[in-house]
Nanobody
């Protein structure tokens, strides 16, 4: 099975930055996507960003466009989410996700908490 190890969460002031990492292992697929979802207290889980292994295409939720950047190091099977200009509404548990098909998550990583103070 695919294992996903997420890291990089923490406490930061509004306007600050954090970088999340998701290290993937245990697979041999060539075509997949790795991305991030988040879930704030009392809210549903929402997609934040993802990147395709095949062509590097990316997706961003409107709420993070221009502030978050997703990238990948295929040699390390690691995906990064650089989060800049963080806002209190970005506070959530962020989950790494592995997908082989659109609109379906095959594997979830453990969450990492991001807290943005005002």
């Amino acid at each position: 099975d695919v294992q996903l190890q997420a890291s990089g969460g923490g406490l930061v002031q509004a306007g600050g930055s954090l970088r999340l990492s998701c290290a993937a292992s245990g697979f041999t697929f060539d075509d997949y996507s790795i991305g991030w979802f988040r879930q704030a207290p009392g809210k549903e889980r929402e997609g934040v960003s993802c990147i395709s292994s095949s062509d590097g295409s990316t997706y961003y939720a409107d709420s993070v466009k221009g502030r978050f950047t997703i990238s990948s190091d295929n040699a390390k099977n690691t995906v990064y989410l650089q989060m800049n200009s963080l806002k209190p509404e970005d506070t959530a548990v962020y989950y790494c996700a592995f997908s082989r098909h659109a609109d379906y998550v095959d594997y979830w990583g453990q969450g990492t908490l991001v807290t943005v103070s005002s």
